[in-house]
């Protein structure tokens, strides 16, 4: 980050906004890629808990610079998905968040991929044409819209209409893995891995095929991705009763070093839910 961004930052965070808006204006690309950097490489999961805030206000304030910038939307979009998910426990203030969040990612899509608005009210049919027409360039804001979209309809689990939106996000990332599968580590495999497994067979579920895309995933970061060891474990190991996959996956977990560039926050947090799984076993099982 360059010395002007930093001087930028600090007096944001001062509350001089009026001395850095301006230059802010020519550096927003990059410095928005390193903040989002700075954030998934801090292993201080309190750190970033506490000064998320700062980061989604900063974030606001840039996107009032550049209101119809596509990365701008989307790493927006998904900064306030993850907060929300990862440290929000109130259920209004965590779906409030979450609705911000997916307005930013459809305003992403809508600006940054061709006729890519309106993608939750149009008909499926149609959703699914222009989903065939994408390409590999349009992978980073569609992936985006999927994550933010999954998150939502998790905050939203008691509204029938928000679970019915379900279908489009998994034809959204089975698109993504057609175009480039090793995006994110992997990371639609997981999400897809989680689709097929939060329902056993018997109500429409299909935990194998979630296994395969649990495996697929692992592959693609050569295991670094722990969060996806730990999905697989509570999503599919459970779902299964085989606490031998299950206890296997998560000691992985916690005896893995989490420092990975692009990965370290989530891998501790990783660490984190495998202890917790581990130590509610014996209940489960």
């Known amino acids: 980050m360059s010395l002007v961004v930093r001087a930028c930052v600090s007096g944001i965070l001062l509350g001089a906004l009026s001395g850095c808006a301006s230059l802010i204006t020519s550096v927003t690309s990059g410095f928005a890629e390193d903040l989002s950097d700075a954030i998934l490489d801090n292993p201080d999961v309190a750190m970033v808990r506490d000064g998320a805030p700062a980061y989604l206000l900063l974030m606001d304030g840039l996107l009032a610079q550049a209101p119809e910038s596509a990365m701008l939307l989307s790493q927006a979009a998904q900064l306030n998905s993850a907060y929300a998910a990862a440290f929000v426990t109130e259920p209004q203030r965590s779906i409030a968040l979450q609705n911000k969040a997916l307005d930013l990612a459809q305003r992403a899509a809508c600006a940054g991929i061709r006729n890519g608005c309106d993608l939750r009210t149009r008909e499926f049919s149609s959703y699914e044409a222009w989903l065939a027409g994408l390409r590999a360039d349009d992978v980073p804001l569609l992936y985006g819209l999927g994550t933010t979209w999954a998150s939502w309809v998790q905050a939203n689990s ?4 928000a679970i019915a939106e379900l279908g489009r996000v998994k034809s959204l990332m089975s698109r993504v893995i057609e ?9 639609a495999h997981m ?6 497994t939060l329902l056993g067979p018997s109500q429409g579920g299909r935990p194998e095929v979630g296994r395969q895309h649990f495996e697929r995933a692992l592959e693609i970061s050569s295991g670094m991705h722990l969060l996806t060891k730990v999905m697989f474990a509570d999503q599919y190991a459970r779902l299964v009763f085989d606490r031998e996959l299950h206890d296997h996956l998560l000691n992985e977990v916690i005896e893995s070093d989490p420092q990975v560039p692009g990965l370290t926050l989530m891998n501790v947090i990783a660490r984190q839910q495998a202890a917790e799984l581990l130590e509610s076993a014996d209940a489960y099982f």
């Open 191 to 196: 999400y897809m891995g989680v689709f097929e």
């Open 158 to 161: 008691d509204d029938f209409v």
């Open 179 to 187: 175009l480039d599968e090793t995006y994110d580590h992997g990371g």
